[in-house]
C-alpha cells in the first residue's frame, strides 16, 4: 500500500495538485496541438498519482461553520463535501480501509472483553499508535483516499494531523459509547476533526457534572459530509458518543484525525 509523504513534503504535494488544477482549466488551443498533447500525457500521468484528489479541491470552498462556545464546549461544524464528493469517497474508503480483527476488534470494559459495537481501523505516521481503554492501536500507512482527506481536513482546520481512528457502523445498531477523548499523548492543542461519511447520526455531548449543575446534553446531527471541530477545553469536560438509532439501515464511516505526541 502507498505511503503519504511526511508532514513536511506535503505541502509540495498540494503545490502540484494545484499546477495539475491550473493544467486541465487550460482551453483548447487548435493553434498549439504540442501543447495540449504535453497537457494531456501530464494529466493522465498525473492521474495515476492521484486518487481523491480529482473530487477533492484542494482550493478550500466556502462553508458555513455553525460555532458553539459554552459551559467548556468549544466545537464547530460544517458540511465541508458535496453531494458527488462524498458518494465518491465513501465508496472509496469503503474499499482501501483495512479494519482491526481479532484483539484489536475487542475492548476491555471493567475488566470484561467485549467486541467492539462497529468495525474500527487507524491509519498514520510510522511509528504512531495511540493508547485508550487499555489497548494500543497501532497505525497503518496512510491509504491513498485518507491521505487526501487528512490535507483536506488539515487546512479547514489550519493544523497538523498524525493519526486518524476510523470507526465503521455497518447501521444503526452500531453505536459508540460515552467517553472523553483527553488521552495524555493527545497534543490538547490541536482540535480532534471528526468527518462523516454515510449515513447521519445524532452525536451527544454530556457534560461531567451535568447534575451537579443543571446542564443540558447538547444533540448535534452528523451529517454526511460534515467535519466536526471539537476544540480545547471541550474534552476535558465533556463526554461524547454515538447511541444506536433504530430506523438507521445504511451505513456510516467516521474518521477522527488526531495529533498524537509520541
Ligand atoms: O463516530 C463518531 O462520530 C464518534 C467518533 C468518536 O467519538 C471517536 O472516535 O472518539
Redesign the pocket.
Known amino acids: 500500500m502507498p505511503s503519504s509523504p511526511p508532514a513536511k513534503k506535503r505541502k509540495s504535494c498540494i503545490e502540484n495538485y494545484f499546477q495539475v488544477q491550473q493544467k486541465s482549466a487550460k482551453p483548447d488551443s487548435k493553434v498549439n496541438e504540442k501543447n495540449d498533447k504535453d497537457n494531456e500525457k501530464n494529466d493522465k500521468d498525473n492521474e495515476k498519482d492521484v486518487t481523491l484528489s480529482d473530487i477533492i479541491s484542494k482550493k478550500l470552498t466556502q462553508v458555513e461553520w455553525t460555532l458553539i462556545n459554552e459551559n467548556n464546549l468549544n466545537i464547530s461544524y460544517a458540511v465541508i463535501l458535496r453531494a458527488d464528493q462524498r458518494f465518491a469517497i465513501f465508496n472509496q474508503l469503503e474499499s482501501e480501509i483495512e479494519y482491526f480483527t481479532g484483539e484489536l476488534a475487542k475492548v476491555k470494559v471493567f475488566g470484561k472483553i467485549y467486541n467492539i459495537p462497529r468495525q474500527q481501523s487507524a491509519y498514520g505516521d510510522p511509528g504512531i499508535t495511540y493508547r485508550y481503554s487499555g489497548t494500543t492501536v497501532p497505525s497503518k500507512p496512510w491509504c491513498p483516499g485518507l491521505a487526501n482527506l487528512r490535507d483536506l481536513v488539515e487546512q479547514y482546520a489550519g493544523v497538523r494531523y498524525n493519526f486518524v481512528?476510523v470507526?465503521r457502523?455497518k447501521d444503526g445498531d452500531d453505536k459508540?459509547g460515552d467517553?472523553k477523548?483527553d488521552e495524555k499523548e493527545l497534543d490538547p492543542n490541536v482540535p480532534i476533526a471528526?468527518l462523516?461519511l454515510g449515513a447521519e447520526r445524532d452525536?451527544i455531548f454530556k457534560h461531567q457534572d451535568r447534575k451537579k449543575n443543571n446542564l443540558e446534553n447538547v444533540k448535534i446531527l452528523?451529517k454526511d459530509g460534515m467535519l466536526l471541530l471539537m476544540k480545547k477545553p471541550t474534552n476535558t469536560f465533556w463526554y461524547?458518543g454515538?447511541p444506536p438509532r433504530k430506523s438507521c439501515h445504511q451505513p456510516r464511516i467516521?474518521l477522527?484525525f488526531r495529533q498524537i505526541l509520541n
Open positions: 481512528l470507526n457502523y459508540m467517553h477523548d471528526s462523516t452525536f452528523l461524547h454515538l467516521n477522527t
